[in-house]
Every structure is written in C-alpha cells, then in structure tokens.
C-alpha cells in the first residue's frame, strides 16, 4: 500500500475508508521535497525525505531570491494560498523571499496548475523572459502530476519533462507554511 502526495489533494477520505489504519493525517506542513520520488509514501518508505539543501542556490539566492507566479490552468485554490505567502500572518519577504510582477526580475518560477494546452505558450514565453541561473518550484497537487486532472487530454505536461522543478510542495490548496518550509529548506535558511 502506497500514497502518493504529489497526486494527493489531502481531502482526508483515504483515512476513514481504509480499514487498517494504515493512513492518518496530522499537522505536520512540512511536506515538500526536492525529489519527486520521496512524495510517495509506503511501508518502505513511511516519510518524506527531507528537503535537501542546494548548496549552489543557497549561494546564489540565500539572502534573496524573486519568484515569478504562473497560474498554468489551475482552480486558483493554490494561486489564493500562494498570495497569502506575502501577508502579515506568513510574510515571506522577511526572509528576502518576494512575488514579482515581471518575468525579467524573477530568479525562478513558482508553477501552479495542470499546464493546459492553453498556457503552454504562455509559461514558455515566462520561462523565456526569465534570466539565469533560475529554478522551478511545483506548488500543489496540480503541478506536481496533473492532479485530478492528470489524464485529462487538455493537458500538456511536456514543460516539466525539460525543466525539472527544484522543489515539489504538495498540496491542494498547498499551505502557506509548507512552501515557506519548503524553500527555506532548499536555500538552508533557518527561522
């Protein structure tokens, strides 16, 4: 018996449906991972690694890193939770982490949603515009593996097969302390 979080949307049913207790769900937010291999959870493999710190992003973004948002046809669950990363309550740009408004001032991608065939174009023409050195972060279940609309034909994935993301944050909607651990995880900065 296996789950897997990046598929995941957490809505908690798998709980009181499997018998044997095998499945709980607790408070725990600290969920990302920077291989997509670690969100599958089994008798084998009962946690999720730990976010791995990269010690080349830690050197080149460690005290400030912009990200660029792309919604890529998503419900807009995760897009409500990422714009909560800057309010008081999370406020990520304490830890010189920032949202920009322009592909140009951006370090890496947050990418929500499926990526429909609709904004392929669009999020090629982002990552186009963005400079290097620069990373892509999976936010929710959506981006990870398509979600519950992972075999969808209006779906193409082909994005993720040539930009690996750095980080995955599972979730649907992702919290807002998940990728805040998350990332400071990968870029090893310590609250």
Known sequence: MQIDLGRCVLCGDCESLCPSEKFSFNNDFKLAS?????????????NIDPVKVCAALRKRFGRSLKLRSVSAGGCN????????????????GRYGIDLVA??????????????SRNMVSALQTCWDSMPEPKLVIAVGACAIS????????????????TFKPSLYVPGCPTHPLTFIAGIMGLLGISS
């Open 146 to 161: 398509g979600g519950v609309f992972a075999d969808c034909d209006a779906i193409d994935r082909r994005f993720l097969e």
């Open 77 to 92: 669950g995760c897009e409500m939770e990422i714009n909560a990363w800057g309010n008081v309550n999370f406020d990520l």
């Open 34 to 46: 920077t291989s997509r291999a670690a969100l599958t959870l089994s008798a084998a493999q009962p």
């Open 102 to 115: 322009s592909p140009r001032h951006a370090d890496g991608l947050v990418l929500s949603g499926p990526i």
